[in-house]
């Protein structure tokens, strides 16, 4: 998008606007023992988790700003960079913490009690986006693999430090070494298969589990992963 200056003709600005995935922590009372809880649970994903973009969701919490920049500053020192604030208190925000950020997760639309409009039906487009991305190489460690509208298929191995994030379910034909992440958009019902486990992370819509709580008789094994109710769960498939 270009946008020409007033009072400057012939100069314009140009305005790129990207989207980027974050990961969510909640903080819950009391702060100190859940800090405590996080520092434990990410030695097992620091990879994935230690240098990545993060945003902290308040709703749980009542913190004053001066809390909430001791906190930031906590989980600085632990790796984990805070890059912006969900559910906080505008009051409580500001010079010196993190901006709000406006998630689309569980947003409420607005009630219209006016007739709607009259829409035709939508016309059936070859050109919309597949809702299933098939990778037919293998993910070399370090590749980090988006894919927020539906389906991952992998016909190859997924690499050690290599991560796949999907909205759907991901389907890994070789082995899988690295991160697994489906139901990143929150459904639950998204499944994660592979016909070799050695991942070292598992996640479905925020739920994980790294490669140290894993069964060790499912090591190397057909595996799939599925979210019953908040927990996660490992069964072989042969």
Request: hydrophobic share 40%.
């Amino acid at each position: 998008m270009a946008v020409t200056s007033a009072g400057q003709p012939g100069q314009s600005t140009r305005f790129v606007c990207r989207s980027y995935m974050a990961v969510v922590l909640v903080p819950e009372p009391p702060i100190v023992e859940w800090v405590a809880e996080i520092e434990q649970r990410i030695k097992g994903a620091a990879r994935f988790l230690v240098g990545s973009p993060v945003v902290l969701d308040l709703s749980a919490v009542k913190l004053s700003k001066s809390a909430i920049a001791h906190l930031v500053a906590e989980l600085d020192q632990r790796g984990v960079r805070v890059m912006g604030l969900e559910n906080a208190d505008p009051a409580a925000t500001g010079e010196g913490v993190p901006p709000l950020v406006r998630s689309s997760r569980g947003a409420t639309p607005a009630l219209d009690t006016a007739e709607p409009p009259s829409v035709p039906p939508p016309v059936p487009d070859s050109r919309r986006k597949p809702t299933t991305l098939l990778l037919d190489q293998p993910i070399r460690s370090g590749q980090s693999i988006f894919f927020p509208d539906g389906d991952v298929t992998i016909l190859g191995s997924v690499g050690s430090g290599a991560e796949i994030v999907a909205g759907g379910s991901i389907h890994t034909c070789g082995a899988l070494r690295g991160g697994a992440m489906a139901g990143s958009a929150g459904d639950t019902r998204a499944r994660i298969f592979c016909s070799k486990s050695e991942a070292e992370l598992l996640a479905i819509d925020g739920y994980y589990m790294t490669a140290e709580s894993m069964d060790k008789g499912l090591r190397d094994r057909a595996v799939q992963a599925w979210l019953e109710g908040n927990e996660l769960k490992i069964t072989a498939l042969d």
